[in-house]
């Protein structure tokens, strides 16, 4: 059964089916904790931009991050807020904030269509992909909501972490940007 108590039809799914044709709680889980364990490791105040499906999907990511850092939440209420064209003006709110250097939160911010491009939020650190991105078009705009600098506020770099596979698709891709280079790198200890 799916989140929703529907039957899963048996059937072979890919990521891209996932929260569309098959809507799977424990999977959202998974990505939460780990993002939550990955956070917690390097910095919980890392401006965090989370790529998800569609709007239920958001609103499920934040619930999600909400509960697994509720420690924060109570200093911090708005730690984790979601920004989606259904949300208005209160999203609108939650983005101007997240796009703010000075502030701290909303650290981590949910959405799905409305941040793929044109938004200037230099400080983003962690682009985070829980949705499949098709189009190498998207996926460069995407990406691109990371690669501002900000050395004044330490922002030097910034992670992709990818739960669809998407980046390592496109980043192979030599139309991205010519030939991949490759790197190990060894994977985080959670």
């Known amino acids: 059964m799916d989140r929703y108590g529907r039957p899963i039809p048996d059937d072979e799914y ?3 089916d996932f929260e569309k044709a098959v809507a799977l709680r424990a999977r959202t889980k998974a990505i939460t904790k780990h993002l939550s364990n990955f956070l917690k490791a390097s910095d919980r105040f890392a401006k965090t931009l989370v790529f998800c499906v569609d709007q239920e999907h958001t609103a499920e990511m934040r619930h999600e991050l909400g509960n697994l850092n509720q420690e ?3 200093t911090y209420p708005d730690y ?3 920004a989606t064209s259904d949300e208005g003006d209160i999203g609108k709110n939650h983005l101007s904030k997240f796009q703010d250097v000075d502030l701290p939160t909303p650290a981590i911010l ?4 409305l941040l793929t ?3 200037d939020a230099e400080m983003v650190k962690n682009v985070v992909l829980a949705r499949v991105v098709g189009s190498l078009a998207e996926f460069k705009q995407i990406i691109g909501r990371g690669t501002r600098l900000n050395v004044d506020y330490g922002k030097e ?3 992709i972490i990818d739960y669809t596979g998407t980046a390592t698709i496109h980043f192979a891709d030599k139309d991205f940007d010519g030939e991949p280079e490759y790197k190990v790198i060894p ?4």
């Open 14 to 16: 890919q990521p891209k």
């Open 72 to 74: 924060l939440r109570k």
């Open 80 to 82: 984790v807020c979601r």
């Open 110 to 113: 949910t959405t799905s269509q």
């Open 117 to 119: 491009t044109g938004v």
């Open 157 to 159: 770099y910034f992670n």
């Open 187 to 190: 994977p985080l200890p959670f």
